[in-house]
């Protein structure tokens, strides 16, 4: 028996909701923000892929004809629930139930930008020969270091309503663009003939 999209929908979610507390559980320390960054890049993606896949490849096999419009709906439901539902729970717990995670967040993805910004500014430096360059160089950097000064950065907050919403605005694409490819790859060419002659 075939499981619903629905089905696979809430399987991803519990999937995703178990990744993120094992990183908040083991990994919430100095490097939290970095882990939880190459989770969302690495892990996530291929967490979500594979219930696409798992999704209709189930359908396919119990199936002789499956169009482009189904076989994108079985990719897509799944990842579309799992995902809302797993950003919706995420802000919730951040925003409401462990602050401090939220505040460690917001303060490692802060010093990440200064360090990168001072990564960035060394890197060029060492490359740069005509004084003009450099001047400019220096003006770009106080500018940029200005915006992640301490000062500037009080009170702001990474992770709010609007962040969560932009943040599934871009993994909706990459939603679509995995649906789009399994309803191409899973898609039936013909009917049976069983159906054309019925």
């Not at 178990?18 to 890049?41: E, T």
């Not at 079985?74 to 919730?92: C, E, H, K, N």
């Not at 605005?169 to 069983?194: C, H, M, N, Q």
């Amino acid at each position: 028996m075939t499981k619903s999209p629905t089905t696979f929908g809430i399987i991803l979610f519990i999937a995703t909701m178990i990744v993120f507390f094992v990183v908040y559980v083991f990994f919430s320390g100095i490097n939290y923000f970095d882990i939880s960054l190459k989770v969302n890049a690495f892990v996530l993606p291929i967490l979500y892929a594979g219930t696409a896949f798992w999704s209709v490849k189930t359908f396919w096999n119990n199936n002789r004809y499956v169009t482009f419009k189904d076989a994108f709906k079985r990719a897509f439901y799944p990842m579309f629930i799992g995902g809302f539902l797993s950003v919706i729970t995420i802000f919730l717990f951040l925003n409401f139930v462990d602050k401090d995670a939220k505040k460690l967040l917001n303060y490692q993805y802060v010093e990440r930008q200064r360090t990168e910004l001072n990564a960035e500014y060394t890197s060029a430096k060492k490359v740069l020969k005509h004084q003009k360059d450099i001047d400019e160089l220096e003006k770009k950097y106080k500018e940029t270091l200005q915006r992640v000064s301490d000062e500037a950065v009080k009170g702001k907050d990474m992770l709010t309503s609007s962040h969560f919403a932009g943040y599934f605005g871009g993994i909706l694409i990459f939603y679509l663009v995995l649906s789009l490819f399994f309803g191409a790859f899973f898609r039936t060419k013909s009917k049976p003939e069983d159906d054309e002659e019925a």
